[in-house]
């Protein structure tokens, strides 16, 4: 693993910035991209670049089941208004929330992810350790598959809602074993809510309580975090 502690989340964006174009440079075509509030500054590096990404494909973590792509707070409308609306991709892939044939949607996504393998794979994290939605206990080798929620998720990710009565309690994610595969994989992480997860991944046992653990087996992972999100390393 190699962790960069950055003065702020801007010089962490802008890194993960030049380190997606040195992929890219390299020959990286399929990015995994996610959602959040921590790749956001990334994203707008993205957009305020020359970079043209019609030649790139991605595919998106995850999506919350139940909610139209229309819907404000699905991650279909996050990617559009963060990303896509200004640079477009060849081909842009998120799961389809909308559909509620977890196995129809699951298994066309892993179909997806087979045609196109992740190159660079851009990651936040929960504050419990999550990765895209696999919560504390799911098994490091499972695909795409549905979730449901924790309540400490809802309640993190209630600040994008009016209430978190509004939160989703479901979401179809890609799977740890999905996750690995991805040539590089660039964390983001900011805030001292993130302290204790970063300590855990960076330094802890790998353990499926602490998903994001995992990645101590990855060859290729690079975890940019800001001040107080390294203040527990
Ligand atoms: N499914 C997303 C994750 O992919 C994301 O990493 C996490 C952290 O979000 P934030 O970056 O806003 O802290 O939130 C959600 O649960």
Known sequence: MNILVMKNKEEASKKAFDLLLADINNGAKVLGLATGSSPVGLYDQIVSSSL???QLISINLDEYVGIKPTNPQSYHFFMQQHLFSQKPFA???IPDGSNLDADYVTTRYNQILTAH???TQILGIGNNGHIGFNEPGTP???QTHKVRLTSATIKANSR???SSNDVPHAAYTMGIGSIMKAKHIILLA???QKADAIAATVNGKITTAVPASVLQ???NVTI???QQAAQKL
Request: charged share 30%.
């Open 217 to 219: 087996r990855h060859p």
């Open 117 to 119: 393998p992740i190159d």
């Open 160 to 162: 994008f809602f009016t």
């Open 52 to 54: 043209d990404c019609s």
């Open 190 to 192: 900011f805030g001292e």
């Open 140 to 142: 490091f080798d499972i």
């Open 224 to 226: 940019l975090v800001d």
């Open 91 to 93: 081909k842009s892939f």
